[in-house]
């Protein structure tokens, strides 16, 4: 028996043609985009540039907080509660990456069963491929493309966190940090960096019996920290939430629009506008000095290790050495 087997093409979609499905809130074209973001394909630049100039009219909100504190379950009722608002609404959902295929472990998507369905809606699992600070590195990129898509609010929720893992604070306007009672030492979980980014303090699951005490600590602490009150001119609630008795959840919905009311009133908004930039800015041109000193590998950079090896020079001068070699070259 001859089999003929014809040879079958996948016929790819170039970037450029999908910015208007993106504006035209199209899921598919929202979700093919993210993921060549997502890639690092250089091809979808141009598409990502043009939507750039649609963004700034979200209401970008960021959800950070320890593992097993409750982010999903909490997230998944606020985002209902805002749809009953009327408004649309855009989940990144920053999840662990596997080891194997570098994808998303946990996948919100499937996680957060109420929306499945609701065409105002739209999910995305991302995973961290190997990013620190509780974010993957083209969360900026699909934060704009759902800016753009025209999504009322968009909340990012990060990878389960530790102190130091704070970078939502540079890629939303609203921060909410999640704690929960019984996770051991609960203060020393959500002091230092994530005390301090917090707009918001969530505790959840406070129907248990141990949650007054985290709260009680979590305001206690916030009272003390003299430096942190004098920054600020919104004072930093601490509201207790329950997705068993669905508790607290409309609370801290309207608490985020009144931080955001916040936000326009006394200005800041335009500064934290302002830092999200510049990090990306920053971010931007640090991805490109590494890929461009990946391309020297095995010339000049390897020639500079020699030389420090040898003690011939010190790492910092290899380093401004190597700078200035880009400098010239461009």
């Known amino acids: 028996m001859l089999f003929v087997i014809k040879d079958i093409r996948t016929i790819v979609i170039p970037s450029t043609e999908l910015v208007e499905p993106v504006l035209a809130r199209n ?34 909100v960021g959800m950070t907080g320890v593992a097993g504190s409750g982010k999903s379950t909490l997230l998944d009722m606020l985002t209902v509660a805002a749809r009953k608002t009327g408004r649309t609404v855009a989940v990144v959902a920053v999840d662990p990456s596997s080891p194997y295929s570098g994808g998303s472990i946990l996948g919100d998507r499937i996680r957060m069963n109420q929306l499945s369905g ?16 509780g974010l993957a590195r083209a969360t900026h990129d699909a934060v704009d493309l759902l800016d753009a898509a025209g999504f009322d609010m968009v909340f990012i929720e990060t990878v389960g966190v530790g102190q130091d893992e704070v970078d939502v604070v540079r890629a939303a306007h609203t921060i909410i940090v999640v704690s929960a009672p019984g996770l051991g030492d609960d203060i020393q979980a959500i002091k230092a960096g994530l005390l301090e980014i917090a707009d918001v303090h969530v505790v959840s699951k406070c129907d248990r019996s141990d949650a007054a005490k985290t709260i009680k600590e979590l305001r206690s602490m916030l009272t003390l920290d003299v430096d942190l009150n004098r920054k600020r001119a919104w004072p930093i609630p601490v509201l207790a939430t329950s997705s068993e008795e669905a508790q607290g959840v409309q609370e801290l919905l309207e608490t985020i629009d009144r931080h955001r009311e916040s936000l326009e009133t006394t ?64």
């Open 27 to 60: 899921p598919r074209a929202i979700a093919r985009l993210i993921t060549r973001a997502e890639s690092g394909d250089a091809e979808c630049r141009p598409a990502l540039e043009a939507l750039y100039a649609h963004t700034g009219r979200a209401q970008v």
């Open 267 to 330: 200005g800041e908004i335009v500064q934290r506008r302002r830092s999200i930039a510049e990090t990306r800015v920053l971010q931007t041109a640090e991805a490109f000095l590494r890929g461009e000193f990946a391309k020297h590998r095995d010339g000049r950079v390897s020639a500079l290790v020699e030389r420090v090896m040898a003690r011939e020079i010190d790492p910092h001068g290899a380093a401004q050495e190597l700078i200035a070699g880009l400098q010239t070259e461009n």
């Open 118 to 133: 609701d065409p105002d809606v739209f999910i995305r699992s991302m995973a961290t491929r190997g990013a620190l600070g």
